[in-house]
């Protein structure tokens, strides 16, 4: 007995006449059929394809880490949380910039006005003293080669005090000047002939005691050193001390206009940002932005208002300080040089002699005429300078001893016309009623209206840098919490939003 197989699967429907019976699968197409070609290099296409390389894939761009951003904060502005995210870093940043800035302008201008108040004014008065101790040695000197062998000991020893005050001063002055500056070369060529200047003084003294002629012709050797070479050198450091003067006053006054131009972009944006969370929100106060609002208004009205006080304190120092010392200081140069001229028309005797017009005149009396007319111009301007009666009276004082000099200079030179040399020598060094005296009387007014401009200078530039005390270091702390501020005010809106 036969037993069909057994199969999961049912037997094909028998074949029905007339209707054609479709194949299990489908044919399926052979490979394409390849055509033979000849290649030019001799080598064959790829098997199964038409023999023509597939084109290069086009290379991938690889994106910038900048597009990236700015792909990413594209996307972040366009939901709330993504732009709150945005301004809060914007406003911590702007309110970061106006402190740094603030602090960086103010240390700045800080710097300059200490410079002003220790170094460079010192430095100028400084120089000042180098040029009126080299004047006062050549009239100490002068002096006592008139008192021939009686020289007086306080003139010996003014002479003696006055080469070393210009020693000291040539040395500090080569301590605070730049190395292979104009400066340092004007203070190495005043110190070679500061000794130079004093051996020519000994030998005028020398031949003097001894009663040879010659020393005058020594001592005014010695002079013409001194008014042609080194007085001019001292006067070009007192200009260029000057010069350094007026720089940190213009590097100390101008107004901080970057920093005070952030900080109004600061507030802006803050007060923008506060104005746009209570249009959203319909809250009030945003407490971190109100507290950064307030930082910065605290260090913008603290830059203004400091500065502002400091830049009158520091103008008020140059003009009833700086601009009246440098007139004091004229004046009394121009007193020293006059004196030392009076004594060089006795020492020379007429050989000096210059040409006026048509007229021939004294040399050294000539120059005396002309640095009593500069000081007479000096202490005119210095009156007009004078703020208060303790700085006028000293200049009124010296400007009637200057008149009683001119006076008794007069009838000293009309005694020396008419030969009476002993009475003209007795008129100008004498022990009373000499031009001495009133020479004496001038310098020690314009000594004590120097102190007193002095004082009022240190005063008011001391007052202008005290006003910017603290407030680089307070601009750049205040300007931090006010970053903080603006930060934790934006988060606050960040959290309404998880």
């Given at each position: 007995?036969?037993?069909?197989?057994?199969?999961?699967?049912?037997?094909?429907?028998?074949?029905?006449?007339?209707?054609?019976?479709?194949?299990?699968?489908?044919?399926?197409?052979?490979?394409?059929?390849?055509?033979?070609?000849?290649?030019?290099?001799?080598?064959?296409?790829?098997?199964?394809?038409?023999?023509?390389?597939?084109?290069?894939?086009?290379?991938?761009?690889?994106?910038?880490?900048?597009?990236?951003?700015?792909?990413?904060?594209?996307?972040?502005?366009?939901?709330?949380?993504?732009?709150?995210?945005?301004?809060?870093?914007?406003?911590?940043?702007?309110?970061?910039?106006?402190?740094?800035?603030?602090?960086?302008?103010?240390?700045?201008?800080?710097?300059?006005?200490?410079?002003?108040?220790?170094?460079?004014?010192?430095?100028?008065?400084?120089?000042?003293?180098?040029?009126?101790?080299?004047?006062?040695?050549?009239?100490?000197?002068?002096?006592?080669?008139?008192?021939?062998?009686?020289?007086?000991?306080?003139?010996r020893k003014r002479y003696e005090t006055d080469i070393d005050n210009a020693a000291e001063g040539l040395?500090?002055?080569?301590?605070?000047?730049?190395?292979?500056?104009?400066?340092?070369?004007?203070?190495?060529?005043?110190?070679?002939?500061?000794p130079e200047y004093k051996g020519l003084v000994e030998r005028a003294r020398t031949y003097n005691r001894?009663?040879?002629?010659?020393?005058?012709?020594?001592?005014?050797?010695?002079?013409?050193?001194?008014?042609?070479?080194?007085?001019?050198?001292?006067?070009?450091?007192?200009?260029?001390?000057?010069?350094?003067?007026?720089?940190?006053?213009?590097?100390?006054?101008?107004?901080?206009?970057?920093?005070?131009?952030?900080?109004?972009?600061?507030?802006?944006?803050?007060?923008?940002?506060?104005?746009?969370?209570?249009?959203?929100?319909?809250?009030?106060?945003?407490?971190?932005?109100?507290?950064?609002?307030?930082?910065?208004?605290?260090?913008?009205?603290?830059?203004?208002?400091?500065?502002?006080?400091?830049?009158?304190?520091?103008?008020?120092?140059?003009?009833?300080?700086?601009?009246?010392?440098?007139?004091?200081?004229?004046?009394?140069?121009?007193?020293?040089?006059?004196?030392?001229?009076?004594?060089?028309?006795?020492?020379?005797?007429?050989?000096?002699?210059?040409?006026?017009?048509?007229?021939?005149?004294?040399?050294?009396?000539?120059?005396?005429?002309?640095?009593?007319?500069?000081?007479?111009?000096?202490?005119?301007?210095?009156?007009?300078?004078?703020?208060?009666?303790?700085?006028?009276?000293?200049?009124?004082?010296?400007?009637?001893?200057?008149?009683?000099?001119?006076?008794?200079?007069?009838?000293?030179?009309?005694?020396?016309?008419?030969?009476?040399?002993?009475?003209?020598?007795?008129?100008?060094?004498?022990?009373?009623?000499?031009?001495?005296e009133c020479f004496d009387s001038v310098d020690d007014h314009l000594s004590d209206a120097i102190d007193?401009?002095?004082?009022?200078?240190?005063?008011?530039?001391?007052?202008?840098?005290?006003?910017?005390?603290?407030?680089?270091?307070?601009?750049?702390?205040?300007?931090?919490?006010?970053?903080?501020?603006?930060?934790?005010?934006?988060?606050?809106?960040?959290?309404?939003?998880?």
């Amino acid at each position: 007995m036969t037993h069909p197989p057994k199969s999961s699967a049912a037997p094909p429907p028998p074949p029905v006449p007339g209707v054609p019976t479709m194949p299990a699968m489908p044919p399926q197409p052979g490979p394409p059929e390849q055509r033979s070609r000849p290649a030019a290099s001799g080598r064959q296409g790829p098997p199964g394809g038409s023999g023509r390389p597939a084109p290069p894939l086009p290379p991938q761009v690889r994106r910038t880490a900048f597009v990236e951003g700015a792909d990413r904060l594209r996307a972040a502005a366009t939901t709330e949380p993504g732009r709150l995210r945005i301004i809060g870093a914007l406003l911590a940043l702007l309110v970061v910039a106006f402190g740094a800035v603030t602090a960086w302008q103010m240390a700045d201008r800080s710097a300059a006005a200490d410079d002003v108040l220790n170094n460079s004014q010192p430095l100028s008065s400084a120089a000042a003293d180098i040029y009126r101790s080299l004047a006062d040695a050549n009239t100490a000197a002068s002096s006592g080669f008139l008192a021939g062998g009686q020289e007086s000991a306080d003139t010996r020893k003014r002479y003696e005090t006055d080469i070393d005050n210009a020693a000291e001063g040539l040395v500090e002055a080569a301590t605070n000047s730049d190395p292979g500056s104009p400066a340092a070369a004007t203070v190495a060529r005043l110190n070679r002939l500061l000794p130079e200047y004093k051996g020519l003084v000994e030998r005028a003294r020398t031949y003097n005691r001894q009663g040879f002629p010659v020393g005058g012709a020594y001592l005014r050797y010695a002079n013409e050193k001194m008014q042609k070479q080194m007085l001019p050198q001292a006067e070009v450091l007192y200009t260029s001390e000057n010069q350094r003067l007026r720089a940190d006053y213009a590097d100390a006054t101008p107004y901080p206009w970057a920093a005070i131009g952030l900080g109004v972009l600061s507030l802006a944006g803050l007060g923008w940002a506060q104005h746009r969370s209570y249009r959203r929100t319909n809250r009030v106060l945003n407490q971190g932005l109100v507290a950064a609002t307030a930082t910065a208004t605290v260090v913008l009205l603290w830059l203004v208002v400091g500065h502002s006080v400091a830049r009158s304190d520091l103008k008020g120092s140059y003009n009833h300080g700086v601009l009246s010392l440098n007139v004091l200081h004229d004046a009394r140069i121009a007193s020293l040089k006059a004196r030392g001229n009076e004594n060089l028309t006795l020492v020379s005797r007429g050989a000096e002699t210059k040409l006026v017009g048509d007229r021939t005149v004294d040399a050294y009396d000539y120059a005396f005429r002309t640095d009593m007319d500069a000081l007479g111009k000096r202490l005119a301007e210095a009156q007009k300078l004078a703020d208060d009666a303790t700085g006028e009276k000293p200049v009124t004082a010296a400007v009637g001893n200057m008149k009683v000099w001119k006076d008794r200079h007069g009838a000293a030179r009309a005694e020396d016309e008419n030969g009476n040399y002993a009475n003209a020598l007795a008129k100008v060094i004498g022990p009373k009623d000499a031009t001495g005296e009133c020479f004496d009387s001038v310098d020690d007014h314009l000594s004590d209206a120097i102190d007193h401009e002095t004082a009022e200078f240190k005063q008011a530039a001391g007052d202008g840098l005290g006003a910017m005390t603290g407030l680089s270091a307070g601009a750049a702390v205040l300007a931090v919490l006010g970053a903080a501020g603006a930060v934790l005010g934006i988060g606050r809106r960040l959290s309404e939003y998880r």
